[in-house]
């Protein structure tokens, strides 16, 4: 079963961000036991080459990966789809009409994404042009990122759009975007809820951003089933923070 499948299922799904864009961590974390690394090419330094390498890396482990894009070209689309990666985190997603135009050109068909048969996607010519365009409907993952006060009277229609596998809510910037400073606030609260409800009436696949962990049943039992927590730069610093905690702890430092 493939990620695209596994979204649509609403199975229960973990990832996390890569801020790094060396392909050292991408290959580290391909040997983990999570479902899905997200390289974060919209808040960290990606280029394509960057792109390229880490999805390769993934790929040394059958990882899937997802990139969240850092904007909604053509061009930025179909280089994302073209190296191999699994699918495509559209940030900002606030109207329809606005996803289905991005959408459009993730998918092959008149005025739609390019064709290349060149590319790590087609096997490097390896694959038949029919192939490439059933793999492309059958494997591609679109997520809309929700993540502005704007998308909450569109969020039904959104839902409904068939090409989405996954909304994605984007909770800091929904934070900022209500005029809040905290994600906990009930004016957030209550945007989440309900973007997840909506999801949930369309049957559509729901994830999110939980930096929280003892709200993670609160929010399954509301449907969301895809979680992209942490990032490798917060496994470095925690496992830094755990390794001088049991340091000190063992050799009985005591904080003054």
């Known amino acids: 079963m493939n990620l695209k499948q596994k979204l649509n299922n609403k199975q229960l799904l973990l990832g996390t961000f890569i801020k790094s864009t060396h392909y050292h961590n991408t290959e580290v974390l391909a040997h983990s036991d999570l479902d899905v690394l997200c390289l974060d090419a919209e808040h960290a330094p990606f280029d394509r080459g960057d792109l390229d390498s880490c999805i390769m890396a993934a790929r040394t482990k059958n990882m899937p990966t997802l990139i969240r894009v850092n904007n909604t070209d053509h061009a930025t689309l179909l280089s994302g789809l073209d190296i191999g990666a699994?699918?495509?985190?559209?940030?900002?997603?606030?109207?329809?009409?606005?996803?289905?135009?991005i959408i459009k050109n993730c998918f092959y068909g008149n005025n739609g994404r390019g064709y290349a048969g060149s590319s790590r996607f087609a096997g490097y010519t390896t694959h038949a042009l029919?192939?490439?365009?059933?793999?492309?409907?059958?494997?591609?993952?679109?997520?809309?990122?929700?993540?502005?006060?704007?998308?909450?009277?569109?969020?039904?229609?959104?839902?409904?759009?068939?090409?989405?596998?996954?909304?994605?809510?984007?909770r800091m910037d929904l934070t900022i975007s209500l005029g809040e400073t905290n994600p906990s606030a009930s004016a957030v609260i209550d945007a989440?809820?309900?973007?997840?409800?909506?999801?949930?009436?369309?049957?559509?696949?729901?994830?999110?951003?939980?930096?929280?962990?003892?709200?993670?049943?609160?929010?399954?039992?509301?449907?969301?089933?895809?979680?992209?927590?942490g990032s490798d730069h917060s496994f470095l610093l925690s496992g830094a923070k755990q390794l001088r905690s049991q340091f000190e702890e063992t050799i009985g430092i005591t904080k003054s």
């Open 86 to 101: 699994d699918g495509l985190v559209l940030p900002h997603i606030k109207s329809p009409e606005q996803a289905n135009a």
């Open 192 to 229: 989440v809820t309900k973007i997840a409800n909506a999801a949930a009436r369309h049957n559509k696949c729901c994830g999110m951003f939980v930096g929280n962990l003892s709200e993670l049943n609160h929010w399954q039992s509301l449907g969301v089933s895809f979680y992209l927590l």
């Open 130 to 170: 029919t192939d490439n365009l059933a793999a492309n409907k059958s494997s591609t993952c679109i997520i809309a990122q929700i993540e502005d006060a704007d998308a909450l009277d569109n969020i039904n229609a959104i839902c409904q759009i068939s090409e989405i596998d996954c909304i994605f809510i984007g």
